[in-house]
């Protein structure tokens, strides 16, 4: 847990050492997504799930006639690789890669401090959860990138950039509503909509859930679990939730604004019907991953003598979660192993 606790320390000092934005790069920027690619990608058993895609891709490779339950684009990556006569070590440099990789990109792209939020991607763990969820974090980090799209609304290669996400999680597809609700203003009967709609589906939990697993029976698996992250994820929502409502008025950007607020309101959403089912917590993701570019977003706009007091809040905030995390061991990420042994 040490190497973790101490690329933690690094993220959190530079934050408050250096300001860049995507207006005004940093050239060293990439040393730091290149060490967390190069952390996850040489990882040997942290994540939960890590022996089970272990498993699979051995009986992939070792049995023609075996068809894994993935989903089309992930299995066709394991196929390609299998094919080339690579390992399973492969696999996870490849998808360690890949998905550090888009969300560096679009940080760099729409981060108004792009040292803030790259703490903010690993602070709030999301890093450490991809460790675990191979397969949905590649999904999240192409819609991330992805984001280009909705930003100019252009809803054909935005529905484009899903789509490919969905072939390597199916929870992807939440997000081609999500685009005609975040290209429109959020009122107050919306949100207040919202609001009642969480309330009807914890109290009929059981019912629709029932309704889902006999669509899609292979989840069935995630009965009974509840989020892990929840509580804390619900406090650092409310909190960015209520930075931005406070910003409203300073914000230029109004679509901008809006799509941020959006976001918020669906990881919000999904956050408390998590209490029920993990699950929910992973569609929440998508929207969840949005803070590590609304909060530097939300420090723009605010008054020059409150920035540095709100950005202490909140970063210290996030260190104390992410360490309340690895302490539990949430997602099965600690210790921290490669072929080379524990670190």
């Not at 040393?31 to 942290?46: E, N, S, V």
């Not at 339950?69 to 394991?78: D, K, V």
């Not at 809006?258 to 408390?272: H, I, R």
């Not at 909060?295 to 360490?323: E, N, S, W």
Request: charged share 15%; glycine share 6%.
């Amino acid at each position: 847990m040490i190497v973790y606790i101490v690329v933690l320390l690094i993220l959190y000092i530079r934050c408050f050492t250096l300001h860049h934005s995507a207006d005004k790069r940093d050239r060293f920027y990439w040393i730091m997504p290149i060490l967390l690619i190069g952390m996850a990608g040489l990882r040997y058993g942290p994540g939960s799930d890590f022996f089970g895609y272990l498993v699979n891709f051995e009986y992939s490779a070792g049995d023609v006639e075996y068809k894994s339950s993935f989903e089309l684009g992930f299995r066709a990556l394991m196929d390609l690789i299998i094919a080339l006569k690579g390992s399973f070590q492969c696999l996870i440099i490849i998808t360690s890669f890949v998905t550090t990789f888009l969300i560096a990109k679009g940080i760099e792209k729409y981060s108004q401090h792009i040292e803030l939020s790259i703490f903010l991607y690993v602070g709030l763990y999301f890093y450490f959860i991809s460790f675990n969820l191979i397969r949905q974090y590649i999904a999240v980090a192409i819609v991330f990138w992805g984001t280009k799209y909705l930003l100019k609304k252009n809803f054909k290669k935005y529905a484009i950039v899903i789509i490919i996400a969905s072939l390597f999680h199916a929870t992807a597809l939440v997000m081609i509503p999500f685009y005609f609700i975040a290209v429109n203003k959020i009122s107050a009967k919306f949100k207040m909509f919202l609001g009642i709609f969480a309330f009807v589906g914890v109290v009929f939990f059981s019912q629709i859930q029932s309704i889902f697993l006999t669509i899609f029976p292979k989840y069935i698996i995630y009965v009974g679990y509840a989020s892990g992250t929840a509580k804390c994820d619900l406090i650092m929502i409310l909190l960015i939730m209520f930075l931005l409502q406070n910003i409203k008025s300073k914000a230029g950007n109004e679509f901008e604004w809006n799509l941020y607020m959006s976001t918020t309101v669906f990881a919000l959403l999904f956050v408390m019907l998590s209490f029920s089912n993990v699950l929910l917590a992973r569609l929440g993701t998508y929207f969840y991953m949005y803070s590590i570019i609304s909060v530097p977003y939300v420090l723009k706009h605010m008054r020059i003598k409150d920035r540095k007091f709100v950005q202490l809040g909140v970063c210290t905030l996030a260190f104390a979660i992410c360490i309340y995390y690895l302490v539990y061991n949430n997602a099965g990420v600690v210790p921290y192993s490669t072929v080379l042994g524990a670190l």
